[in-house]
């Protein structure tokens, strides 16, 4: 098959995250089983115009941002299928918050690709006035101009919530996920001094905010705890996170490691004795497998795409009530409960010894087979 896959971000993109891991996890393996795949991402600085990587054809145009309109990657790919046409037997319609709407443009076979629904998110990352703006587009599209399309997504919460916004639920699919684990990395010891770590990009989606005030409610029963923030921001943002710190009186506490390698991703997660994930919302929270290979499990708000990985008692712990007291309270008794914290190591191993990619791309390509 000759597909061609529409999304914002490519796997080299410095603000890339765990959809672009997903799609070229994917891509690279549709590759290896004898099709021929392009992607089409938008442009960033540094970036070469067309790229082949693992023997994926990427062909950057365009910015990311859907507000620049005529030179948004939404329209230069529309214009790029337009030239192409033809010569795809499959698009791959990749869905994040704004899609491309191919099925205004590609009459042949397609299919949408969505690893979370925005939902109360535009609220959150955008304010009340284009938070609510982005919302209603957001229902427009799933509920009209998606309406007769085939979903693949990731989790069932985001199955459920696309049901929710008018999709129909025999017309989605829900893939299996996948895990990258460097080799010979189990090994690692947990660090003397309990660490806990937040890997994921630095922005108040993904709680970062509320990881550091929940650092400081912990300080005060227990001063020795300490946090190792994993992950980029805007740098406007980090420093504004690192002020915040020093009001909260916590920075002889945290440690910024920034971007990291994926071999002191690992270490860095095995070294540590929990894994905070206070997202609002996630596709699926990758780091949660990663974490558990390694043998470290998790305290996580009850979330949607959170809530389907983490096992109560089993891989890690989900907190209900959404506060920071509310996360220091169970990661203290978590920390202090020695037999409960063991078993929860070994379950967390347990679980992310599921996770394959390649059951990913046969789920993907069965899905592609269909239509």
């Given at each position: ?42 442009f960033f600085p540094g970036a070469y115009r067309k790229e082949v990587i693992d023997n994926v054809k990427i062909i950057r ?64 990352v955008f304010g009340s006035f284009f938070g609510l703006l982005g919302r209603i587009v957001e229902k427009f599209y799933l ?229």
């Amino acid at each position: 098959m000759r597909i061609l896959i529409l999304n914002w971000r490519d796997i080299n993109n410095p603000s890339s995250g765990g959809a672009e891991i997903l799609t070229h996890e994917i891509a690279k393996r549709l590759v290896a089983l004898g099709n021929h795949v392009v992607q089409f991402s938008s442009f960033f600085p540094g970036a070469y115009r067309k790229e082949v990587i693992d023997n994926v054809k990427i062909i950057r145009e365009g910015n990311a941002d859907i507000r620049t309109l005529f030179a948004s990657v939404h329209f230069r790919a529309f214009l790029f299928y337009r030239k192409e046409k033809g010569k795809f037997d499959i698009v791959i319609d990749e869905i994040h918050g704004i899609p491309f709407f191919t099925p205004w443009y590609v009459k042949g076979k397609k299919i949408a690709l969505i690893c979370e629904v925005a939902s109360d998110l535009w609220k959150e990352v955008f304010g009340s006035f284009f938070g609510l703006l982005g919302r209603i587009v957001e229902k427009f599209y799933l509920r009209l101009v998606y309406k007769n399309i085939q979903f693949i997504t990731i989790s069932d919460s985001t199955k459920k919530d696309l049901v929710t916004d008018g999709v129909n639920k025999k017309n989605i699919a829900v893939l299996p996920m996948g895990v990258n684990v460097p080799q010979n990395i189990r090994d690692i010891k947990k660090e003397k001094e309990k660490t806990l770590i937040f890997v994921g990009r630095l922005t108040v989606a993904k709680g970062i905010e509320e990881t550091l005030n929940t650092l400081k409610e912990i300080a005060k029963r227990n001063k020795t705890v300490r946090l190792w923030i994993v992950g980029k921001g805007e740098l406007g943002y980090v420093q504004k996170l690192k002020r915040m710190c020093k009001q909260l009186h916590i920075e002889d506490k945290v440690a910024f490691y920034g971007f990291v390698s994926e071999n002191k991703k690992f270490a860095l997660l095995a070294r540590a004795h929990l894994l905070i994930h206070p997202s609002l919302r996630e596709g699926f929270g990758l780091t949660i497998p990663e974490a558990g290979y390694v043998g470290t499990p998790v305290v996580a708000y009850n979330s949607p795409g959170l809530r389907d990985i983490v096992i109560n008692d089993r891989n890690g712990i989900l907190v209900t009530e959404r506060s920071p007291e509310s996360l220091a309270s169970t990661i203290i008794q978590l920390l202090s409960n020695d037999f409960l914290y063991q078993k929860l190591c070994r379950g967390a191993k347990e679980e992310a010894s599921r996770y394959s990619w390649n059951n990913t791309v046969n789920a993907m390509l069965n899905n592609l087979k269909k239509l």
